[in-house]
C-alpha cells in the first residue's frame, strides 16, 4: 500500500520492477498531453552532428550543409549520429506547494515516485542520470553518473524527511540546470510550476532546442474550484479562515489558476516541450505509461 501522503524508501525500491514495462521518449519527439484527451507531436531532431561529406543521391535534401556547399560550389549533406549514452536529467520539486492533495497522493508523492520510475528506466537502458530535488534547498546529484551508481543516492535523497519551512525559488535551479545538462539529454521536470516566470520559460525555450524536456505538470481539482463554505486555510505555520461561497473570491481563485494554467501552456507549446498533466486522483503512472508510448510512435 502506498504512502498517500509520504515518500517511503521501500515504495521507491519497489517500483523498479514496472521499468521494464517502460521506455523514455527518444529525442526525436515530444508529446503535447493536456487536461484533455487530445495530443499533438512536436518533433525535433535529437540526433548528434558528426561530420559533412559529399552529396550523395538519395541523401536527404533538407541536410544540405549550404555554407559548406556555396564554399566548394558542389553540396554537401550533414551527418548525423545516434548518442549511444543519453543523459538523462530530473528535477523533483517537493517544495510546500507539492504537499497537497484533496483526494489521491499528494503531489509530492507522485513527483518522487515518477522520478524513481524514470531513474530505474535509465538503469535499465545503462543511461548515465543526474538530478536536482527542490525542497528546503536545492538538493544536487553528485555529478553526471551512470544511473545505476547514482540511483541509491537519489532514492535516499527522496525519502529523506524535508523541513518545509522554505523560500527556494523555481528560477533558483537555473545555475545548475546550465551547469549539469549536456547537449542532447532527455530532461524531465516534475512540479506544480506555481511560481515559473517569463524568464524561466525563456531559458527552458533556450534549453530545449538542444536536450528534450519534458514538463510533468502536477495538479489538484481543487486548485481550481474550492468548496463552498468557510474554511480554514494554512502554509504550515499560520491559519485562517476564508469564506469561499464569495462570488469574488471564486471567481478570483479560478481566474488565478486559469492565468497560470494558460501561460503554462502558452510557453510549453512555444519551445516545443513535452506536457503531460496529471491530477493527484488519477493513476498517474498508467498515465505515464500511455505518455511514454505516444512519445515513440
Known amino acids: 500500500m502506498v504512502n498517500p ?7 521507491l525500491i519497489s517500483l523498479k520492477t514496472q521499468a521494464d514495462f517502460f521506455n523514455l521518449p527518444d529525442n526525436r519527439k515530444n508529446t503535447f498531453t493536456g487536461f484533455g484527451e487530445n495530443k499533438s507531436l512536436l518533433k ?28 566548394y560550389g558542389k553540396p554537401f ?17 517537493l517544495r510546500p ?39 528546503n534547498s536545492i538538493t544536487q546529484s553528485l555529478g553526471m553518473m551512470p544511473a545505476h551508481d547514482a540511483l ?6 527522496l525519502s529523506k524527511d524535508f523541513n518545509f519551512d522554505s523560500n527556494i525559488q ?12 549536456r547537449l542532447g539529454s532527455l530532461i524531465f521536470l516534475l512540479s506544480d510550476f506555481h511560481d515559473v516566470t ?8 533556450d ?20 468548496p463552498n463554505g468557510v474554511l480554514p486555510f494554512s502554509d504550515g505555520k499560520h491559519e485562517m479562515l476564508i469564506d469561499t461561497s464569495t462570488k469574488n473570491f471564486k471567481k478570483d481563485f479560478y481566474n488565478s489558476w486559469e492565468h497560470r494554467t494558460k501561460l503554462l501552456h502558452q510557453n510549453i507549446q512555444k519551445y516545443h516541450m513535452g506536457y503531460l498533466a496529471l491530477s493527484t486522483d488519477s493513476n498517474y503512472i498508467h498515465q505515464f505509461q500511455s505518455y511514454c508510448l505516444g512519445s515513440l510512435i
Request: include cysteine; charge should be neutral.
Open 97 to 135: 506547494s507539492m504537499q497537497f492533495a484533496s483526494h489521491g497522493h499528494f503531489k509530492s508523492v507522485m513527483a518522487g515516485r515518477l522520478s524513481a520510475l524514470i531513474g530505474f528506466i535509465a538503469e535499465k537502458k545503462n543511461d548515465i542520470l543526474s538530478y536536482q530535488i527542490l525542497s
Open 207 to 226: 534549453l530545449s532546442r538542444k536536450s528534450t524536456i519534458t514538463c510533468v505538470h502536477l495538479y489538484d481539482k481543487m486548485e481550481s474550484n474550492l
Open 5 to 11: 501522503i509520504q515518500l517511503e524508501l521501500i515504495d
Open 44 to 71: 525535433t531532431r535529437g540526433l548528434n552532428f558528426q561530420e559533412v561529406r559529399q552529396y550523395q543521391p538519395g541523401d536527404d535534401i533538407r541536410q544540405i550543409d549550404w555554407r559548406v556547399t556555396a564554399k
Open 77 to 93: 549533406t550533414k551527418l548525423y549520429a545516434e548518442e549511444k549514452e543519453k543523459q538523462i536529467y530530473i528535477l523533483c520539486d
Open 198 to 205: 517569463l524568464d524561466d520559460f525563456k531559458f527552458l525555450g
Open 170 to 181: 523555481f528560477n533558483q535551479i537555473i545555475p545548475f540546470m546550465e551547469k549539469n545538462i
Open 152 to 157: 541509491p543516492y537519489f532514492l535516499n535523497q
